[in-house]
């Protein structure tokens, strides 16, 4: 492959300004709730007809990747996710800004977003076929094993009260049943509600547990008064020094590894990598105490690997022609209204262009760095804003958000997340079980119910397949591990 | 004697305690209930007659009465209710209340009015009633400019298709967005 072809083709006037454009539209769209890069592809495919094949996938892939950086900026600041893949990033990122250190929280955040997809971009241009060949080996039984492995981090968020963990997982599980089963086609608890045929809304539901009930619940308790928010003033974006970027290296290197063999499975996604990276850094940890309440790792693994995922979703819609995620599916329109067929003979029909494309997807993690700083700027001068007017924007803002994705029952179906979010907190109950049961749930299902169907019911099918297999062992020790340490103490 | 055991009643009732009891009952009942209804699903294949659309829903129910029996047994076991304090009575119930009433009205009448006139009245009675702003002055540009950024950024540049309202009020949306 010919980099530096595929950098001239880039730099040159005709594709450069649609690269730079898509960073900057992907960053906008991933910052507010309710829009993703899914959305922003979609709603921006008619326009990119008249741009070159090149300038229109190079101005895609960079909104993609931009965007799912930005869901951490919001997430951070308000504890509200701009997007699915930076859940992780608000329960842990938000506690920096409590702390009045939302400018470090938000430099790691850029920094480890970056590197974990330049990781993957490396991959991208050396091992993309043969990866993504491995990735098709995966069944339902590793699927399986492998949804169960990210759910095993409740153990370790909820050592405490593990029972109010696990209860917290199964709402989310039970909730991710709700609509047209996956496998027969039938109506599941619906109850008559057309917008439930569907599931339950994933960021509708996210906003409502996190953004909207936290106002409610301060409202509730009084803490309204005329004032900046929390960690509000002038905040100073700072990026990692040396030592503290060396400090977390392994941190990095582990998650991006993980977010790109995430990223390259069909159906597995970029939350659920951040979601697993988390969890992989709760167990690596020699200090588990400090996760949760703002922790420079509990913030470098979910987006040094939502990144990796992002640029390892690629892997298999241009090496194969199979899109590895929601985005890469709208991506693949891209492709087609473009006269171009994603897979292994696009490397050999359309060399420069395949290589200009890498250069791209390389170029947009560089210029996040770049980018992310103007908007985290817009962005923190927000807590400058006295609690009430910022309390009615974020309410305003999580309605349009849910408005974005359907009509008012989406918003209704908002505010029933708040009420229980907020119910939740009130008990001591974790709210975020129930986001990787909502994410992980279907994953779950389907995979559980097709294996056992393909093995005629038989259990010890997840037990026979050796991937599958070691998943179920460290998923089971992961489950084990902080209980028994909770036990001990 | 009788206004003794009723204000014991009331604490007993305000307390934290209380509600880890009464919140898995709560959930266990539901949790019974949903149960039911999942064993309406029918997979309308004989091959699915074990593994239908029922047997996840109903795999997540059972352990939830379980994990609910479990959290309800602690709790009882802990005689919480007995010592701890009463949070949920602290709380702010009338503005809560008054939030969470004009939140529901607001995205109710959304279809009808329109996301312009039921944004910018929304915000109004939020910082009016609830946060109880007196400055007309913010209580009035607040709200239109914080609309007026919602509208830019999700009707105009993101072409997401907020609500017009009917009649009228569809008409005067048209103006906008």
């Not at chain 1, 539209?25 to 070159?52: E, H, K, N, R």
């Not at chain 1, 893949?85 to 842990?92: L, Q």
């Not at chain 1, 262009?353 to 923190?380: C, D, E, K, P, Y």
């Not at chain 1, 119910?449 to 038989?458: F, H, N, Q």
Request: aromatic share 10%; net charge positive.
């Amino acid at each position: 492959m010919d980099i530096l072809a595929g950098l001239l083709l880039v730099a040159s006037p005709e594709v450069l300004p649609f690269l730079l454009l898509g960073v900057v539209v992907g960053l906008a769209f991933g910052a507010l709730p309710g829009l993703d890069a899914t959305t922003g592809v979609a709603l921006l495919l008619p326009v990119t007809y008249v741009f070159s094949p090149l300038a229109a996938l190079v101005f895609f892939c960079a909104l993609y990747i931009a965007g799912v950086f930005a869901g951490s900026i919001t997430a951070i600041l308000f504890r509200v996710p701009g997007s699915s893949e930076a859940i992780m990033t608000a329960i842990e990122g938000h506690q920096f800004t409590l702390r009045g250190e939302s400018g470090r929280a938000l430099g790691f955040a850029m920094v480890c977003s970056a590197i974990g997809g330049l990781i993957a971009s490396a991959a991208l241009f050396t091992v993309a076929p043969y990866l993504a060949s491995i990735a098709l080996k995966f069944g339902p039984t590793e699927y399986f094993a492998l949804a169960l492995l990210g759910l095993s981090c409740i153990s370790a968020m909820t050592a405490e009260n593990f029972a109010k963990g696990i209860f917290a997982s199964l709402i989310g599980l039970f909730l991710a049943t709700v609509g047209i089963d996956a496998i027969t086609g039938g109506k599941r608890f619906d109850f008559g509600v057309s917008t439930l045929l569907s599931g339950v809304p994933f960021v509708p539901a996210i906003i409502g547990l996190f953004a909207a009930s936290e106002v409610y619940r301060r409202i509730a308790v009084g803490d309204v008064a005329w004032r900046r928010t929390e960690g509000g003033g002038q905040p100073n974006l700072k990026l990692p020094r040396m030592i503290e970027f060396l400090r977390i290296r392994w941190t990095i290197l582990r998650s991006s590894l993980l977010g790109l063999a995430v990223g390259i499975l069909p159906g597995a996604g970029a939350t659920t990598a951040s979601i697993l990276a988390y969890n992989l850094e709760v167990q690596a940890s020699k200090d588990r105490s400090g996760f949760g309440t703002g922790k420079v790792e509990g913030i470098a693994a979910p987006e040094s690997a939502n990144n990796a995922a992002a640029v390892g979703a690629m892997i298999p819609l241009l090496a194969l022609g199979i899109p590895g995620s929601g985005t890469t599916a709208v991506l693949m329109g891209a492709f087609l209204v473009h006269n171009l067929v994603p897979g292994p003979l696009l490397f050999v029909q359309q060399p420069d262009l395949v290589s200009g494309l890498l250069v791209g997807i390389t170029l947009s993690n560089i210029l996040i760095l770049l980018f992310a700083l103007l908007f985290v700027r817009l962005f923190a001068r927000l807590m400058l804003v006295p609690y009430p007017i910022l309390a009615t924007g974020i309410l305003s803002i999580s309605v349009t958000g849910a408005l974005a994705f359907g009509d008012t029952n989406m918003v209704m179906i908002m505010l029933c997340f708040a009420v229980l979010g907020m119910v939740l907190e009130a008990l001591e109950y974790p709210l975020a079980p129930i986001v990787l049961g909502l994410v992980l749930g279907p994953i779950v299902e389907t995979s559980l119910r097709r294996a056992l169907l393909i093995s005629d019911y038989d259990p010890w099918v997840f037990f026979e397949r050796p991937i599958s297999a070691a998943l179920l062992a460290v998923a089971a020790l992961f489950f084990v591990a902080p209980i028994v340490r909770a036990f001990r103490a | 004697m009788k206004k003794s055991s009723k204000s014991e009643l009331g604490r007993f009732l305000g307390s934290r305690g209380f509600w880890e009891i009464v919140f898995p009952l709560c959930m266990a009942g539901l949790s019974a209930y949903l149960w039911t209804v999942a064993d309406a699903f029918r997979g309308g294949s004989a091959r699915y007659e074990m593994i239908g659309p029922s047997f996840f829903p109903k795999l997540i129910l059972g352990i939830s009465l379980l994990i609910c029996a479990i959290i309800g047994g602690q709790a009882i076991w802990a005689g919480r209710f007995e010592n701890t304090p009463a949070p949920l009575a602290k709380l702010r119930w009338g503005r809560l209340l008054a939030a969470a009433t004009i939140t529901f009205i607001y995205a109710a009448s959304l279809s009808h009015f329109g996301f312009l006139l039921a944004t910018v009245a929304f915000q109004v009675m939020l910082l009016g009633i609830v946060f109880q702003l007196r400055r007309p002055f913010i209580l009035i540009l607040a709200p239109l400019l914080l609309t007026g950024i919602l509208i830019v950024i999700f009707a105009i540049f993101m072409k997401v298709p907020l609500p017009r309202g009917i009649g009228a009020f569809s008409v005067f949306s048209r103006m906008f967005y």
